[in-house]
């Protein structure tokens, strides 16, 4: 397959609406031939074209503004934005694979129409940086002294930086998440490009000479305020923080590892992001929920504010070796499976390795060796895995790693 129209050089790849369709007639006397033609798009008026544009799939609209002024203007305009996210036909959360480990390029695939684009994504450095996407925004930080935090639109490429968070300048696990706070029904339409939204920084360091006790702070950074609070300092004994927490329903949820002296090794904790001023030492592990199984690369995610966890299913002998990939939900503090990997589907990665990557939002996740550019698709309602299209970029050297994440696209959403 063929590499799709770069998105930078030529945002947007497809379009279906032609608007330069003409009607003529003609009227023969002798041998003069009168033609006269006008194009169908003159008889619109602006709110039926602008009906029409927003059927297009959301990669076709900046491509469509290109066309001719007055569809630049309907398609720029704040009215046809917040319309779009209404009225037009849903869109499904993308996927990004990076497809190098020296930097950011990649693809972006929409289910939809299944097809890659080449795409570029903003403030981004490196493949290796935190990566956390929340209802269209998407966090980035980087992964060496993770301090640069910035909050795009990777659709529109409107982008912030973030003021640097409180505590350890330095930590040994740092985890990021990022939440936009959902407007009410009634002011929906009037809020949603200005919604407020949340990012949170847990930094997990160890005690010095203690190797069964780790420091642990949560940070949460609010839009509303453009500033930083502190709502945890806590000491965790036998356990410590990681790379993985996701904030769902308003509660932050951090994957923790054991290190020595529990049955359990992995295990969930949990605080409210709303509370404030810093919590008592201790409180963090009475929120302590075990994992289903020995899961190897857990996932957490936000599904329309379930708790979601997608990890690989260790062989009970070798729990670091996996036999397959498994989806559970939490209900209350119990964890309810939803779906195995049918075998066809985890042996038609090929070379699969023990780790893997996994991301998802709305009713959708996906799955991605770290080995190849093949990716899976697993639709929550309708319980249905599928391949996604052929990604179009092929394995250079064997050491080359591939990995991703999911977003949703949006137009009218700004950091």
Same mark, same amino acid.
């Not at 040994?172 to 009410?184: E, H, K, L, P, Q």
């Given at each position: ?61 900046? *491509?469509?503004?290109? +066309? ?6 309907? $398609?720029?305009?704040?009215? %046809?934005? &917040?319309?779009? =996210? ?108 200005? *919604?407020?939204?949340? +990012? ?6 160890? $005690?010095?000479?203690?190797? %069964?006790? &780790?420091?642990? =702070? ?198």
């Amino acid at each position: 397959m063929e590499a799709e129209t770069s998105w930078t050089n030529y945002p947007y790849s497809y379009i279906t609406y032609v608007p330069e369709a003409e009607s003529s007639y003609s009227e023969q006397s002798d041998d003069e031939t009168k033609v006269e033609t006008f194009s169908m798009d003159s008889l619109l008026p602006d709110d039926l074209l602008e009906r029409i544009l927003s059927f297009l799939p959301i990669a076709s609209i900046f *491509r469509a503004g290109t +066309v001719c002024k007055r569809w630049n203007e309907i $398609v720029s305009s704040r009215r %046809f934005l &917040w319309n779009f =996210s209404n009225n037009s036909v849903p869109q499904r959360p993308w996927y990004f694979m990076f497809t190098s480990t020296d930097d950011p390029s990649g693809y972006a695939y929409d289910p939809i129409i299944r097809k890659w684009y080449s795409f570029d994504l903003p403030c981004i450095e490196t493949s290796n940086w935190f990566v956390a996407s929340s209802c269209g925004l998407v966090c980035f930080m980087d992964n060496d002294c993770r301090n640069k935090i910035y909050v795009s639109n990777p659709i529109t490429k409107q982008w912030r930086r973030l003021i640097e968070p409180p505590g350890h300048k330095s930590t040994d696990y740092t985890a990021m998440s990022t939440c936009v706070n959902r407007a009410g029904q009634a002011n929906r339409a009037v809020n949603r490009a200005n *919604r407020s939204y949340s +990012v949170s920084i847990v930094k997990s360091k160890q $005690v010095p000479g203690n190797f %069964f006790q &780790w420091d642990l =702070s949560i940070h949460l950074y609010s839009s509303e305020t453009m500033a930083w609070t502190t709502s945890v300092n806590d000491v965790l004994s036998g356990w410590r923080g990681g790379n993985e927490s996701v904030i769902c329903d308003g509660v932050l949820y951090l994957l923790i590892y054991s290190t020595g002296g529990s049955d359990h090794r992995h295990g969930l904790i949990a605080t409210n992001v709303s509370s404030t001023g810093s919590s008592s030492s201790g409180i963090l592990m009475r929120s302590f929920i075990p994992m289903p199984c020995s899961l190897t690369c857990g996932r957490l995610m936000n599904l329309r504010e379930r708790l979601v966890i997608v990890g690989g299913i260790g062989k009970h002998d070798r729990p670091e070796v996996i036999k397959g990939i498994g989806i559970w939900v939490l209900r209350g503090k119990e964890w309810v499976e939803m779906a195995k990997m049918p075998q066809r589907f985890f042996q038609g990665f090929g070379e699969f390795d023990d780790v893997f990557a996994s991301s998802g939002t709305d009713d959708l996740v996906y799955i991605q060796s770290y080995g190849s550019p093949a990716l899976v698709t697993f639709d929550m309602n309708l319980k249905y895995w599928k391949w996604s299209q052929k990604c179009p970029v092929t394995k250079k050297f064997p050491l080359q790693l591939f990995t991703g994440f999911c977003f949703e696209p949006r137009l009218e959403i700004a950091p």
